[in-house]
């Protein structure tokens, strides 16, 4: 199997584990075994599994929610939102993992979020959450359409 990593931008300690991996993948190892060898959490090697067929670690969805974010601020234009209220508005949810039960992710919103901040589209409103049913308020951002003038 060819390596498509980059091993120079490695450090020496992960460039010997990643040689011992590509070993192991190739006496077909299963990747718990493979694991186990490495003294390594699964989701360790399936990320090395990524990087071999060089994909990127995470998706960027900027292109894709950016505009339905923009569509749905500018439909309640003096109202703010938390990434979860949006999440659920756009039907963003975890991923197939049933262990979740379907609920929205809201952290999927964030990169997108905070990039349309940095452009100057949606300010953070950050304050605590003051539902009745919290004995600590604990902190929360809400995010709403910059208006002219928002630095």
Same mark, same amino acid.
């Given at each position: 199997m060819a390596h498509t990593v980059d091993l120079q931008k490695m450090n020496v300690h992960k460039r010997a584990r990643f040689a011992t991996f590509c070993e192991l993948l190739e006496q077909e190892e299963t990747v718990p075994a493979i694991a186990a060898r490495l003294e390594v959490d699964e989701r360790t090697v399936l990320r090395y599994l990524r990087e071999l067929e060089g994909r990127p670690?995470? @998706?960027? $969805?900027?292109?894709?929610?950016?505009? $339905? !974010?923009? =569509?749905? #601020? &500018?439909?309640?234009? &003096?109202?703010?939102?938390?990434?979860?209220? #949006? =999440? &659920? !508005?756009?039907?963003?949810?975890?991923?197939?993992?049933?262990?979740?039960?379907?609920?929205?992710?809201?952290?999927? #919103?964030?990169?997108?979020?905070? $990039?349309?901040?940095?452009?100057?589209?949606?300010? =953070?409103?950050?304050?605590?959450?003051?539902?009745?049913?919290?004995?600590?308020?604990?902190? @929360?951002t809400r995010w709403r359409l910059a208006q002219a003038g928002d630095a």
């Amino acid at each position: 199997m060819a390596h498509t990593v980059d091993l120079q931008k490695m450090n020496v300690h992960k460039r010997a584990r990643f040689a011992t991996f590509c070993e192991l993948l190739e006496q077909e190892e299963t990747v718990p075994a493979i694991a186990a060898r490495l003294e390594v959490d699964e989701r360790t090697v399936l990320r090395y599994l990524r990087e071999l067929e060089g994909r990127p670690r995470k @998706v960027n $969805r900027y292109d894709e929610y950016m505009p $339905r !974010v923009m =569509a749905h #601020l &500018r439909r309640y234009p &003096r109202s703010e939102f938390t990434s979860t209220e #949006l =999440a &659920r !508005v756009l039907d963003i949810r975890y991923g197939n993992n049933s262990g979740y039960g379907g609920k929205y992710d809201g952290s999927a #919103l964030g990169p997108t979020l905070r $990039r349309m901040e940095r452009e100057g589209l949606v300010q =953070a409103v950050h304050g605590l959450r003051d539902e009745r049913n919290y004995t600590v308020h604990l902190p @929360v951002t809400r995010w709403r359409l910059a208006q002219a003038g928002d630095a």
